[in-house]
């Protein structure tokens, strides 16, 4: 608004095309750097819009960002645009290789040397398309500008569809179109995991590829992982064995904790365009079914000042502005094997993606070379294969080069910590149900479910005892949060919503016929993968003893509150 105004030197209005806005020259950098040495003026003058509705924290980011933090924004934005143009053009060169590779006058190979150039085709049709964007969407979807839509980061699918025609002589060629999709990196993790469809536009596309990134700089990471919590060692981590400072686990040091973490900004999918057709008789819908986890993590240090708790029960309140929420896509689940891998105090099963370095083509399965193929009679491109069809690796004897992931998605936001009265008995179905239980209270108390607002499970093992805390992480799904939850946090405001809690599932009427839950009270609050373990009755029990002897005293953390008697009594 600035620049349009006139209020930078030698900065104009911002330009129609996004291909000005990088370089060294470019307009996005002239505007940062103009923007930055008036950053604190500009700050102050926007902060004093809203003198009664930002507290401190809040501010303080606002100042940084203003006076250091647009920087590296721009610079993150600069490199994920040219990074995009640069893969197009190398899937060109290597579509190009491909086709020198094949025999034109083999009928298989000449086949597919037109479908790698329908594909080829596209590629250079997105690349016109990217360069021809205009620069207020391009920023938008850069994250430079707000687009209002309340998600958080994006994940892109990149479908490409092939298809066959004729001309008026009959003669066959190939077409290709490359068409792009963006969704809620939270629920893409695995809407779009490879092996998923998705369904858009009258077609449903398999999702066949992760973008790795490039071998100098590989968009993947290595995270230690503690197999008891939710502490996870991002820096340093594959020289760092250290315990863990949450913990004190000292197998967070073991080569087992140490994993390679894709968080996907981009997938890929390639489907003939006429077996992607959704079609009319039928309304069934692929679903692949993922393991996943949730990792939580609280700093001690960012804990905010006012927790609580339950003056004769083992229940307490931590409220913190900067918590840290992963979920974790650990593979295909497969029910016919039981879980014995111990991920960030969870017993799952880690079952890992397969991804070429070459191509970004992704298996589920740990790939194996197509050694029955007989080089005599075969290119290697008629077999299949989750390689691209210009993948070098296709044409291979051996399984070729792959990296195994995890996928992940990162959350920085606002959260309450509430630790349950549970310790040894029914432990899932305990926690289940008062999840259950806790949103639907916060529904009925403020008048309908607030969709930003997620709640998951966490565990600490408990040094005096032995045995684990249990926690409820109740958080924004928002990026840095909405500032909802801080009055949440307050005891007798959190009262009420137990309250309100209580009287949803005494009022069920599906007590009377003999059900453990239904969706009027506490179903519709959770995870369908956690219907079996809710029960009302459970809820209810634990909401009664919470709530008849409500008295509350203050604590520095809920680590304060020992789990002793709580093991005793249940034992």
Same mark, same amino acid.
């Given at each position: 608004?600035?620049?349009?105004? !006139?209020?930078?030197?030698?900065?104009?209005?911002?330009?129609?095309?996004?291909?000005?806005?990088?370089?060294?020259?470019?307009?996005? /950098?002239?505007?940062?750097?103009?923007?930055?040495?008036?950053?604190?003026?500009?700050?102050?003058?926007?902060?004093?819009?809203?003198?009664?509705?930002?507290?401190?924290?809040?501010?303080?980011?606002?100042?940084?960002?203003?006076?250091?933090?647009?920087?590296?924004?721009?610079?993150?934005?600069?490199?994920?645009?040219?990074?995009?143009?640069?893969?197009?053009?190398? #899937?060109?060169?290597?579509?190009?290789?491909?086709?020198?590779?094949?025999?034109?006058?083999?009928?298989?190979?000449?086949?597919?040397?037109?479908?790698? /150039?329908?594909? #080829?085709?596209?590629?250079?049709?997105?690349?016109?398309?990217?360069?021809?964007?205009?620069?207020?969407?391009?920023?938008?979807?850069?994250?430079?500008?707000?687009?209002?839509?309340?998600?958080?980061?994006?994940?892109?699918?990149?479908?490409?569809?092939?298809?066959?025609?004729?001309?008026?002589?009959?003669?066959?060629?190939?077409?290709?179109?490359?068409?792009?999709?963006?969704?809620?990196?939270?629920?893409?993790?695995? +809407?779009?995991?490879? !092996?998923?469809?998705?369904?858009?536009?009258?077609?449903?596309?398999?999702?066949?590829?992760?973008?790795?990134?490039?071998?100098?700089?590989?968009?993947?990471?290595?995270?230690?992982? $503690?197999?008891?919590?939710?502490?996870?060692?991002?820096?340093?981590?594959?020289?760092?064995?250290?315990? $863990?400072?949450? $913990?004190?686990?000292?197998?967070?040091?073991?080569?087992?904790?140490?994993?390679?973490?894709? *968080?996907?900004?981009?997938?890929?999918?390639?489907?003939?365009?006429?077996?992607?057709?959704?079609?009319?008789?039928?309304?069934? *819908?692929?679903?692949?079914?993922?393991?996943?986890?949730?990792?939580?993590?609280?700093?001690?240090?960012?804990?905010?000042?006012?927790?609580?708790?339950?003056?004769?029960?083992?229940?307490?309140?931590?409220?913190?502005?900067?918590?840290?929420?992963?979920?974790? /896509?650990?593979?295909?689940?497969?029910?016919?094997?039981?879980?014995?891998?111990?991920?960030?105090?969870?017993?799952?099963?880690?079952?890992?993606?397969?991804? $070429?370095?070459?191509?970004?083509?992704?298996?589920?399965?740990?790939?194996?070379?197509?050694?029955?193929?007989?080089?005599?009679?075969?290119?290697?491109?008629?077999?299949?294969?989750?390689?691209?069809?210009?993948?070098?690796?296709?044409?291979?004897?051996?399984?070729?080069?792959?990296?195994?992931?995890?996928?992940?998605?990162?959350?920085?936001?606002?959260?309450?910590?509430?630790?349950?009265?549970?310790?040894?008995?029914?432990?899932?179905?305990?926690?289940? %149900?008062?999840?259950?239980?806790?949103?639907?209270?916060?529904?009925?108390?403020?008048?309908?479910?607030? =969709?930003?607002?997620?709640?998951?499970?966490?565990?600490?093992?408990?040094?005096?005892?032995?045995? /684990?805390?249990?926690?409820?992480?109740?958080?924004?799904?928002?990026?840095?949060?909405? !500032?909802?939850?801080?009055?949440?946090?307050?005891? +007798?405001?959190?009262?009420?919503?137990?309250?309100?809690?209580?009287?949803?599932?005494?009022?069920?009427?599906?007590?009377?016929?003999?059900?453990?839950?239904?969706?009027?009270?506490?179903?519709?609050?959770?995870?369908?993968?956690?219907?079996?373990?809710?029960?009302?009755?459970?809820?209810?029990?634990?909401? =009664?003893?919470?709530?008849?002897?409500?008295?509350?005293?203050?604590?520095?953390?809920? !680590? +304060?509150?020992?789990?002793?008697?709580?093991?005793? %009594?249940?034992?």
């Amino acid at each position: 608004d600035l620049a349009a105004r !006139g209020r930078f030197a030698g900065i104009l209005p911002i330009p129609r095309r996004a291909s000005v806005l990088f370089g060294e020259t470019g307009w996005l /950098n002239r505007l940062r750097d103009a923007a930055l040495t008036q950053g604190a003026v500009i700050a102050e003058v926007f902060l004093e819009l809203f003198p009664a509705h930002l507290d401190s924290t809040a501010a303080a980011e606002l100042r940084d960002f203003a006076t250091a933090g647009l920087k590296d924004k721009v610079r993150d934005a600069e490199d994920i645009w040219n990074r995009r143009l640069e893969d197009l053009r190398e #899937r060109i060169t290597a579509i190009d290789e491909a086709v020198a590779l094949l025999v034109p006058s083999d009928p298989v190979q000449a086949a597919q040397i037109r479908e790698v /150039n329908a594909e #080829r085709r596209g590629v250079q049709k997105q690349i016109g398309v990217i360069s021809r964007t205009d620069a207020h969407g391009a920023m938008t979807e850069l994250g430079l500008l707000p687009n209002y839509s309340l998600i958080d980061s994006s994940t892109t699918l990149e479908a490409t569809l092939t298809w066959q025609d004729e001309d008026k002589d009959g003669k066959k060629f190939y077409l290709g179109e490359l068409r792009e999709y963006n969704r809620s990196a939270r629920q893409a993790l695995f +809407e779009l995991a490879p !092996g998923n469809h998705f369904y858009i536009q009258g077609y449903h596309h398999k999702v066949t590829g992760l973008d790795l990134g490039r071998p100098s700089r590989p968009l993947w990471e290595q995270w230690r992982i $503690c197999s008891d919590c939710g502490y996870i060692r991002e820096k340093l981590a594959t020289s760092d064995t250290s315990p $863990c400072p949450r $913990c004190d686990n000292t197998q967070l040091g073991d080569a087992s904790a140490l994993h390679k973490v894709l *968080r996907p900004v981009r997938v890929t999918a390639h489907d003939r365009r006429d077996d992607a057709r959704i079609s009319d008789e039928s309304d069934d *819908r692929d679903r692949q079914y993922y393991e996943r986890a949730f990792a939580v993590d609280v700093d001690p240090e960012h804990i905010e000042p006012g927790s609580w708790r339950h003056a004769s029960r083992t229940f307490g309140v931590d409220f913190t502005r900067r918590a840290v929420v992963r979920t974790f /896509n650990l593979g295909v689940r497969r029910p016919d094997l039981q879980g014995t891998d111990r991920f960030a105090g969870q017993d799952t099963r880690i079952g890992k993606f397969y991804t $070429c370095v070459s191509c970004g083509g992704t298996t589920t399965d740990k790939p194996a070379g197509p050694d029955h193929a007989d080089p005599l009679v075969s290119s290697g491109y008629s077999q299949p294969s989750h390689h691209r069809l210009w993948c070098p690796q296709r044409r291979g004897t051996g399984p070729g080069d792959h990296t195994e992931l995890i996928l992940a998605h990162v959350l920085h936001t606002e959260a309450i910590r509430v630790l349950l009265p549970v310790a040894t008995a029914l432990v899932d179905e305990r926690v289940a %149900s008062f999840a259950a239980a806790l949103m639907a209270g916060v529904a009925k108390a403020y008048g309908g479910d607030p =969709d930003h607002l997620a709640v998951i499970t966490a565990t600490m093992p408990d040094q005096d005892t032995g045995r /684990n805390r249990q926690f409820l992480v109740l958080h924004d799904t928002l990026p840095g949060g909405t !500032g909802y939850l801080h009055r949440l946090a307050d005891q +007798e405001e959190l009262r009420k919503v137990l309250v309100s809690a209580r009287d949803v599932a005494a009022g069920c009427r599906c007590a009377d016929d003999g059900k453990r839950a239904c969706h009027r009270c506490l179903l519709s609050h959770i995870d369908d993968d956690k219907w079996h373990l809710v029960s009302r009755a459970e809820a209810l029990s634990m909401l =009664d003893d919470l709530l008849q002897n409500w008295t509350t005293t203050s604590v520095a953390s809920t !680590g +304060e509150i020992s789990l002793a008697g709580q093991v005793e %009594s249940e034992l």
